[in-house]
C-alpha cells in the first residue's frame, strides 16, 4: 500500500506520520460534505463495520481516550469504562474536539491527536485485512491494516459495541 498524493501540501499530518513510520497504507478521497460515516461508507464503495469513526471520550477522573468503532455502530460507554479500567466514560462535547485532538469533527484520526490519548480499537476490526479511518481531514480516509494502526497507535483491542 501507498499513497495517492505525491506532495507534501496535499498530505495530512496522519498521512505525514505514517510515512515517517513507514506503515504502508491507501488513501481514498471522497466529497467532504458527507460527514457522517454511513456516507463516507457508501461513497467508497465499502461496507459500513470496515469503516471506523474515532470518538473521544472521557473518564469520570477526567482522562480521555480515543475509540475506533465502525460507522454503522454505536459505542457502548459500559463495555468502553469497562476497557479503560473506569467506572464510567462520557462522551465529549463536539465544541472541545478540536481544541482537545486538533481535528474537526468528521476528520478526527487516532493518528497524530494533539496529546497521545490511549486508543482503543473496537474487536471486529480484527475481521479485516484492512479498516478505513479518517486521514485527519474531512473528505480523506485512510485504508490500514488493523495491526498496523495498533501498532502505531499502540491501540488495545477490546469488545466496544453493542
Sequence with gaps: MAS???????????IR??????IPYLEHSYDPEAVDGESVALILGEEPDRVFKTLIARSGKGQLFAFEVPV???LDL????????????AMIHQKELLPLTGYVHGGCSPIGLKKPYPV???????LWDSIFVSAGRRGRQIEIKPADLARYCK??????TD
Excluded at 495517492?4 to 496522519?14: G, L, S
Excluded at 506520520?17 to 513507514?22: I, K, R, S, V, Y
Excluded at 482503543?120 to 480484527?126: F, K, S, V
Aim: aromatic share 6%.
Design 4 to 14: 495517492r498524493y505525491n506532495t507534501d501540501m496535499d498530505k495530512t499530518n496522519a
Design 17 to 22: 506520520l505514517l510515512e515517517q513510520a513507514g
Design 72 to 74: 454503522d455502530a454505536e
Design 78 to 89: 459500559k463495555k468502553a469504562a469497562k476497557a479503560v479500567g473506569a467506572k464510567s466514560i
Design 120 to 126: 482503543y480499537l473496537d474487536a471486529t476490526a480484527e
Design 155 to 160: 491501540a488495545t483491542f477490546a469488545d466496544l
